[in-house]
């Protein structure tokens, strides 16, 4: 198969081995592994993101529904029949019908998103719909529900994270522009409102100063994410009884654990996944100044992850390796 017949993810480079680091990018990756869908990653920095939409075709959004008005991930489709242009496809749930609708275009609309909901959940629909002969991530009639649970997930997930999490991301990244970019844009944008920089310039918050290891904030930040993970959990118990332990799907492989059973992995579960995923690639590594990326110690984060409700999240996160492959 040649390159052009090919699937392209847009992602974010990093310093790691390999790249891929973004919780939202890693959704895509997910989705795509999973359907064995042919693709390659083409490696775009942060301050080439906006050029790259308009390279395809992709309005900005600047409605001001979030915080950024260009984004990643992207995908890039050809057309099945090897004939016209690709389509484009970013964040919005009513993507998907308007890319059914007219299949040789680019289309981004824009609706009322929260400032951290993740952004691959509509490229997933629209490849189940694209793709129909592959496994869905979105089984039918699950759409809605399946927007309130990842709008739930971030907000009770993966905002009492961000503290911890987000001052580690510019360590990673590839390019010092690019880090620079995301440390001015994150201070504003998740921390300026909350902290307040203690250096006294006019320069606000300090992505140091959000969560400081040791620190008094940082143990509270680690209760806050204990509490989310048990929150998770009773919505994982919920399921309890509903389908009978050992069961397994047509290939042989158990269904334990998933969030709809027997169903398999759909969205939900490869976007609870992608957050471990991005917490075990981003939590221990040290900056060393134009030089390789070190490890620090043991992630405090990831073993109080492992460590809690019966060490369910280390066994889940286990599950994902088989849609890990970056290519």
Do not use: C
């Not at 509509?122 to 309130?148: G, K, M, W």
């Not at 905002?159 to 510019?170: A, D, E, S, Y």
């Not at 309890?240 to 334990?256: P, R, Y």
């Amino acid at each position: 198969m040649s390159d052009q017949d090919k699937i392209i993810l847009y992602d974010i480079p990093s310093r790691l081995t390999p790249m891929a680091w973004s919780p939202n990018t890693w959704k895509a990756r997910y989705v795509l592994n999973h359907k064995r869908l042919p693709y390659e990653t083409v490696w775009v920095p942060y301050t080439e993101i906006a050029s790259l939409w308009a390279e395809l075709g992709l309005e900005p959004i600047t409605d001001g529904s979030i915080p950024f008005t260009t984004f990643l991930p992207v995908i890039s489709v050809p057309p099945k029949d090897g004939r016209g242009p690709r389509t484009a496809v970013a964040e919005s749930f009513n993507i998907a019908l308007y890319v059914s609708l007219f299949p040789s275009s680019s289309y981004l609309f824009s609706s009322s998103s929260l400032l951290s909901l993740p952004l691959i959940e509509f490229d997933a629909r629209y490849l189940d719909r694209a793709f129909p002969e592959t496994p869905r991530v979105i089984p039918p009639h699950t759409a809605a529900l399946h927007s309130a649970f990842i709008q739930a997930l971030s907000t009770t997930l993966f905002v009492p994270l961000r503290p911890i999490m987000i001052p580690q991301i510019p360590l990673v990244l590839a390019d010092p522009l690019g880090a620079a970019y995301f440390t001015r844009t994150r201070e504003k944008t998740f921390f300026a409102p909350a902290v307040t920089s203690s250096s006294g310039g006019s320069g606000g918050v300090k992505l140091a100063e959000v969560s400081p290891r040791g620190s008094e904030k940082r143990k509270a930040d680690m209760e806050n994410a204990k509490k989310a993970l048990q929150a998770l959990d009773r919505i994982f118990k919920a399921n309890q009884g509903e389908q009978e332990q050992g069961e397994t799907n047509k290939e042989g492989k158990s269904m334990d654990g998933w969030i709809m059973g027997s169903v398999g992995p759909t969205f939900a579960d490869f976007a609870i996944g992608a957050i471990f995923r991005w917490i075990q690639s981003v939590e221990d590594v040290v900056l060393v100044p134009d030089g390789p990326i070190g490890e620090a110690e043991k992630g405090e984060l990831w073993s109080l992850i492992r460590s809690i409700d019966e060490g369910r999240w280390a066994k889940y996160a286990e599950r994902f390796r088989e849609w890990e492959q970056v290519i």
